[in-house]
């Protein structure tokens, strides 16, 4: 399920792997706003990718 887009965003999954294979991200920190909702796991600044 997607949570809704805020204004000028990338719709929001409920995990990268959905985000991913709708074909959104990556994400970076300091850039995308997108970047806060999904975690980055190897702590690069890039998430979803």
Sequence with gaps: ????????TDPQFSSCKKA???G???YVAGTDPEYRW???GDSDGINCE
């Design 1 to 8: 399920m997607l949570a809704p887009a805020q204004a000028g």
């Design 20 to 22: 991913k294979a709708a």
């Design 24 to 26: 959104y991200g990556p």
């Design 38 to 40: 999904y975690r980055d």
